[in-house]
């Protein structure tokens, strides 16, 4: 069996993209990666999309790295997204900090990071700029598009705007729209990036110091809404970092919890950027394809839906939502919730339960091409 040692991201450039605001943007650039290969006939492309603070990097080992990509465990040889069969796509969202044009990328007008001058941008625009991908790379028909949270948005994006493009989707513990509770999360985060004082109205590209605290604490809120009660409880349950007759008067980090919050927080700041996170959260919170009439002009075009039961941030009755809507407009569609602790990163760690699915599904659609 080919396992995929190397990886390695390209980038695909074009001159502009009019956005759903009807603003344009220029010089616009998409980081992607591809692994397996594409067949002659063009009918084996499967485009991941990935969630909120994910990249383009979604398998196999860049040069010198330990930790493969974020998605390793579902895309190779014999894997879910078999790259035997399968030729895989995945691309760094626009508004990103990771090779796609974003807030700290260069305004052309300007010379200089865009900061706040980067136009909001839509799911709806992460999605235009990944269909300028796959027009590039000759694909006129994706055999499916599947990704998780946010990826699940893009998913469901794909299939209201571009139909006759896909056999296929797979959107994973996702919704068609985020409800109060989830924009207020995202809206905690954000305050907390605008209230350190480092993030200097978004201005601090190249500046001495870096709005990090803003961040990782942004990080730390994100970080406990992907987990779950009894994940939290498997895995710290009320175990201490420090003695257990510390008087907890220095405010250090006594529970293991507290320490491993912060150190997400704090790693996370190595990866990523603040003002990215300003733009792609309120992305989300901008998406909402509930009201949307005609969700595919395909009525070929298969659904399989997947949530986990202890995904409190993007509950099960959210995607039973979007089934029902699939089902009542007569949509090829197949739900399942997997029964998991592990709360909303399941989607991510669920490796077993969501391969038998995927693996099953995209045989059977690719069957039927
Ligand atoms: C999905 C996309 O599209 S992109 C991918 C997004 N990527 C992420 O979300 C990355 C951050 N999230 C995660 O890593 C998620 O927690 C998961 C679900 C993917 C991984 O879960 P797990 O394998 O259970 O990893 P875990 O949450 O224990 O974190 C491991 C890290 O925390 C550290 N850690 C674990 N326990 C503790 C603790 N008690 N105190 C301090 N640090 C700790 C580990 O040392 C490890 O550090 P490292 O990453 O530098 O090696
Ligand atoms: N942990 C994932 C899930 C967020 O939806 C991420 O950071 O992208």
Redesign the pocket.
């Known amino acids: 069996m080919a396992k995929i040692l190397t990886a390695q991201t390209q980038y695909f450039t074009f001159d502009k993209l009019v956005l759903e605001s009807k603003q344009e943007l220029k010089n616009v650039t998409v980081a992607y990666e591809t692994y397996g290969n594409l067949n002659a006939a063009k009918t084996n492309a499967i485009l991941i999309a990935?969630?909120?603070?994910?990249?383009a990097h979604?398998a196999g080992f860049h040069a010198g790295d330990d930790?493969p990509g974020?998605?390793d465990s579902m895309i190779g040889s014999a894997k879910a997204f078999d790259t035997d069969k399968y030729f895989v796509i995945c691309s760094n969202v626009l508004g990103g900090c990771a090779g796609s044009t974003g807030p700290s990328s260069i305004n052309p007008d300007t010379n200089k990071p865009y900061a706040l001058d980067f136009p909001v941008i839509t799911v709806a625009d992460m999605v235009s700029a990944q269909k300028k991908l796959i027009d590039f790379l000759g694909i006129k028909k994706l055999l499916s598009v599947a990704?998780?949270?946010?990826?699940g948005m893009q998913v469901l994006q794909w299939a209201v705007a571009y139909p006759e493009s896909l056999y296929s989707v797979i959107p994973i513990a996702t919704t068609m729209k985020h409800s109060p509770q989830q924009i207020a999360f995202n809206e905690v985060a954000r305050q907390s990036i605008m209230a350190d004082v480092e993030w200097n109205k978004g201005d601090y590209y190249g500046a001495k110091h870096q709005p990090y605290r803003g961040l990782a604490v942004a990080r730390m809120i994100g970080?406990i809404t992907?987990?779950s009660d009894k994940s939290m409880e498997e895995?710290?349950s009320r175990?201490r970092?420090t003695a257990s007759n510390s008087s907890g008067a220095d405010f250090a980090a006594d529970f293991?919890?507290e320490?491993?919050l912060?150190?997400?927080g704090d790693?996370?700041t190595k990866r990523f950027d603040a003002n990215s996170y300003l733009y792609i959260t309120k992305a989300m919170d901008l998406f909402d394809v509930s009201g949307y009439k005609h969700v595919a002009k395909n009525k070929d075009l298969k659904f399989l839906v997947i949530s986990f039961a202890s995904d409190w941030l993007y509950p099960s009755y959210q995607s039973e939502n979007t089934v029902k809507q699939l089902k009542l407009k007569g949509y090829n569609t197949t739900y399942i919730e997997i029964k998991s602790t592990?709360g909303h990163?399941a989607?991510?760690?669920e490796v077993e339960g969501e391969t038998k699915l995927i693996k099953h599904f995209l045989n059977k659609v690719s069957k039927e091409i």
Do not use: T
Request: hydrophobic content about 35%; cysteine-free.
């Open positions: 990935h969630a909120f603070s994910g990249d979604a930790k974020w998605w990704g998780g949270s946010m990826g970080h992907y987990m895995k710290f175990n970092k293991e919890v320490g491993y912060q150190y997400r790693s996370f592990y990163d989607f991510l760690l």
